[in-house]
């Protein structure tokens, strides 16, 4: 596409997306925030944690590639908006859930609301980027990243004091969400049509690479995912686990050290996407896979502070990762984009229910310390990348 043709950056589009996803990811963040508090009310074991987090994980990714392919040929603007009211159902259940099978049922909603927001508001920001896609991925991941990170610590100072009844609070959370994809949706409308306009002159892009390339660089980035995934787990669901274990802090203070921990993520999103722009995805995911080993290495070993500024710097590497992976996947199937974007949420949930719940088998059987020093390695499987087609997608 020339200059001259290249439709704007919709910066107001992808501002609100990524403030939409800050709501959305906030409201997810509330379920392993709230651990340690229902780990102690029902008596919980590590296991069953790790179960609670399945649970959320496959029923927010068995569905996303279904809506992402559904989509790709009949585009729903409106369907995040049908989303967030699962969340909401979700949300409100868990405040009121008396018994561990609700809490499963509870937080099942959470992730079938999640499932059905995340393809099409992808698209919707590969729609409004104007060509700058780490920069449009990047804004809408860094309110994700940013929504998870709050959860914690609104936990800390909400629900922690408040107790598990205090989750009906956010259910204003969801509301403004609701309004806010309304907005998007129209514009979303509008950019489909443009987008219709354009394809039906120029013609359908194809894939760069022959089927069976794109076999492998798909197999390879999703292996890539499930590696980043099962050592970010290890953090989501156990780090709090891990701080008052080893170091003897209080439920609050663990919950502060996760806020800081995650809210990393969010400058790393927007980095990676950026900064992915200008060099290209390839060598992104080289740096942001493979780079953070020495540090993963060292973390078991440290005294709090180091554990504290190696965790960050850790989450910091690896979160530029995500971008960058369904970017690239996304230039390797152009008209899939529902799809890929489906497919790579979906395994970023689902996957990390896997990670979660064997996790959560071996923090029981051998101890969060051995667990942290087994996940240290995981890093290594950025070598993979070295199988993965190049593919020049600065700016694309």
């Known amino acids: 596409m020339s200059t001259l043709t290249r ?21 997810q ?10 780990k102690e009310s029902y008596a919980l074991d590590f296991v069953q944690i790790g179960i609670i987090t399945f649970t959320f994980q496959i029923a927010g990714s068995i569905l996303q590639p279904v809506v992402g392919a559904v989509t790709d040929k009949r585009p729903a603007p409106y369907s995040p908006v049908v989303g967030m009211m699962f969340t909401l159902s979700g949300l409100v259940c868990l405040a009121r859930a008396h018994d561990y099978t609700q809490i499963l049922i509870s937080v099942a909603l959470i992730g079938i609301g999640s499932s059905i927001f995340h393809p099409e508001a992808t698209r919707m920001a590969r729609y409004a980027s104007g060509g700058r896609q780490g920069l449009a991925q990047g804004i809408f991941q860094v309110g994700g990243q940013a929504g998870g990170a709050l959860g914690p610590l609104l936990a800390a100072l909400v629900i922690v004091p408040k107790g598990q009844g205090s989750l009906t609070w956010f259910a204003v959370v969801a509301l403004l969400a609701m309004g806010l994809l309304t907005w ?16 039906a002159s120029a013609g359908a892009a194809p894939s760069p690479f022959p089927p069976s390339k794109v076999a492998l660089a798909m197999f390879v980035l999703i292996f890539l995912m499930f590696t980043k995934n099962a050592y970010g787990e290890s953090f989501r669901s156990f780090y709090t686990f891990y701080l008052i274990e080893h170091f003897g802090l209080s439920v609050t203070a663990s919950q502060m ?57 850790i989450n910091l590497i690896m979160a530029s990762a995500f971008a960058s992976i369904m ?9 899939r984009v529902g799809l ?15 990670a979660a719940a ?17 996940c240290a390695l995981l890093p290594l499987a950025g070598l993979m990348a070295w199988f993965l087609p190049r593919l020049d997608t600065r700016g694309s």
Not at 7 to 27: C, E, R, W, Y
Not at 184 to 199: C, D, F, S, V, W
């Open 7 to 27: 439709p704007k950056t919709q910066f107001a589009v992808l501002i609100v997306l990524g403030l939409s996803h800050f709501l959305n990811d906030l409201m």
């Open 29 to 38: 963040s509330l379920i392993p925030a709230v651990y340690p508090i229902i």
């Open 184 to 199: 998007t949706g129209r514009q979303h409308h509008q950019n489909i049509k443009q987008l219709a306009a354009r394809r």
């Open 257 to 313: 050290m996760l806020f800081v921990f995650l809210f990393s993520a969010a400058a790393g999103a927007l980095i990676g996407g950026i900064v992915g722009d200008k060099i290209g995805r390839y060598r992104v995911i080289w740096i942001s896979v493979l780079g953070p080993l020495p540090l993963t290495l060292m973390l078991p070993y440290v005294d709090l502070f180091w554990t504290g500024v190696l965790s960050v710097a």
């Open 327 to 335: 970017i690239y996947a996304m230039d390797l199937m152009p008209n």
């Open 340 to 354: 890929v974007g489906g497919l790579f949420y979906g395994l970023n949930f689902g996957l990390g229910g896997v």
């Open 358 to 374: 064997i996790l959560g088998v071996m923090a029981d059987t051998y101890g969060l310390s051995t667990v942290y020093r087994i």
